[in-house]
């Protein structure tokens, strides 16, 4: 299973690409690295959860104020890895002007509640189709 380290560095990483590049580049590095599966994976459900447990903890003491957008893209590397056909979904809303970023798994959200989908318009999606 991932251990914390591997989850610290992933963490460290991104956190790099979003401050040295502009956010068009790292989604074509995303969606060109991650987003075709050579093959699906098995991944309990339990497992899934853990994984995406441990990178909200280690996001939440994370130095560098890591929010959705780290968590969704490090939770997308990791479990795309695994062959499981996550999908990374970027949303905004209108009022009060926001953004968010999910996580998604066979049209359910994975690592963030369900009623992100009513809250925010999809504006962005890597590893799916749409």
């Known amino acids: 299973m991932m251990k ?3 989850i610290i560095y992933e963490t460290l990483l991104v ?5 040295k590049y502009e956010f068009g580049y790292i989604t074509e590095l995303y969606s060109s690295k991650y987003g075709q599966l050579n093959q699906e994976g098995d991944m309990e459900k339990e497992k899934l959860t853990r994984l995406l447990n441990k990178i909200d903890k ?7 104020n890591a929010q959705c ?10 479990v795309r890895k695994w062959g499981l056909p996550a999908e990374l979904v970027i949303g905004v809303k209108k009022f ?7 996580l ?3 049209g359910s959200v994975v690592n963030d509640i369900q009623t992100v989908k009513e809250s925010y318009i999809e504006v962005l999606r890597i590893g799916g189709q749409k």
């Open 58 to 64: 280690v996001c939440f003491w994370f130095f560098g």
């Open 104 to 106: 998604e798994h066979d």
């Open 69 to 78: 957008l780290h968590r969704s893209l490090i939770g997308f590397k990791l």
């Open 4 to 6: 914390y380290i591997q």
């Open 96 to 102: 009060p002007f926001g953004s968010h970023a999910w």
């Open 15 to 19: 956190n790099y690409y979003l401050k």
